[in-house]
């Protein structure tokens, strides 16, 4: 393997690691709102939460879209592996995304059904998260390979650890949510985003703290990598960073803060997904099989990156504009 194959293989894994994370940033605060919906009373406080990501909801699953494509493109081994091994949750977590947005869109033409379509954009949302939550932690706690393919049987995803991870994503999405709701709505709305948000704030770092001791105790090098020295020396600034924006998310919320509650949970996503990348890197599937085992030729990678380096800078365009022509606070009145 020379050493153009190996760097362009670990830039393959940051843009599909960066599709995955942009994905959660901006689809996590959508799936938040439906999963907190019920807490909402109907009328004006459902309203303006339906508002406050409708200009933009159906656009964030593009990175869904690119991450999945690049997963096949650019490692078709991990592709080969992993989705056989998956498949109950993935679908779970489509099918949930296919209700969401059926119900979104019906909510306001089918008023006289509106209870039975507010159920299902939130059973849609909770489905979607969690089942999220529980692909991630089927991956980490490993898969069963055989050669060159999936070895192990239907059931092997489910676990109680791939269940704690689908419920951590649960609630910090739901956090997500509400600290959207904060910067995008007003008055009453608002006030009850701000109380969902100390809440689901506690219940984000309680369950990061449990996904992170649980991880320890998987039978991987997890425990080496981030408890051994010299390792533990770098490892050791991720919980220490971590504390230290929870502590700025609790003053932002205390002196009613907007926009920054919600950039400090998404900061604390981010200190997730570096913690996961030290703990899996540089494998794909842990302990199995690496990026580079995974990774297609180095002309279709090559190939495929010219496209990605002109697709990616337009799609963080016109997503951008997007957020920035809906700027501002919302109303009650709907979207059509």
């Not at 490993?142 to 991870?165: E, K, P, Q």
């Not at 969902?196 to 090098?221: C, P």
């Not at 998310?249 to 996961?276: D, Y």
Request: glycine residues 10%; neutral net charge; proline residues 4%.
């Amino acid at each position: 393997m020379s050493g153009v194959d190996l760097d362009l293989t670990t830039v393959w894994a940051f843009i599909i690691a960066f599709a995955v994370f942009a994905y959660v940033v901006m689809d996590g605060f959508d799936l938040g709102i439906g999963i907190l919906f019920p807490i909402f009373d109907v009328g004006e406080e459902r309203d303006q939460a339906m508002n406050a990501i409708a200009p933009v909801w159906d656009g964030n699953e593009t990175w869904l879209v690119l991450g999945g494509g690049g997963l096949f493109a650019a490692f078709p081994l991990a592709y080969a592996i992993i989705l056989p091994a998956l498949y109950p949750p993935i679908i779970a977590m489509l099918l949930g995304l296919v209700f969401r947005g059926v119900a979104f869109e019906a909510r306001w033409r089918d008023p006289g059904h509106r209870r039975w379509w507010d159920l299902a954009f939130t059973l849609g949302s909770f489905t979607a998260a969690f089942a999220q939550g529980v692909t991630l932690g089927a991956l980490l706690q490993g898969i069963t390979v055989d050669g060159r393919a999936y070895g192990g049987a239907w059931l092997d995803w489910l676990s109680a650890f791939s269940i704690l991870c689908g419920l951590a994503v649960v609630a910090g999405y739901a956090l997500l949510g509400a600290t959207w709701l904060i910067w995008k709505t007003e008055g009453g709305t608002q006030a009850h985003a701000y109380r969902l948000a100390g809440r689901f704030g506690i219940a984000t770092l309680l369950a990061i703290g449990l996904v992170s001791l649980a991880t320890l105790g998987l039978d991987y090098e997890y425990r080496a990598k981030w408890l051994n020295a010299p390792a533990i020396y770098l490892t050791s600034q991720v919980p220490l960073l971590t504390a230290i924006i929870a502590f700025a998310f609790w003053r932002s919320l205390a002196k009613k803060r907007e926009l920054r509650p919600f950039l400090l949970a998404l900061a604390l996503f981010l200190m997730s997904f570096i913690g996961l990348g030290i703990s899996m890197f540089p494998y794909i599937v842990p302990d199995s099989v690496t990026i580079w085992q995974a990774a297609a030729p180095a002309s279709s990678q090559w190939f495929m990156l010219v496209g990605a380096s002109v697709l990616i800078p337009v799609i963080l365009v016109y997503t951008g504009w997007a957020y920035w022509v809906f700027r501002g606070k919302v109303g009650t009145e709907g979207y059509h």
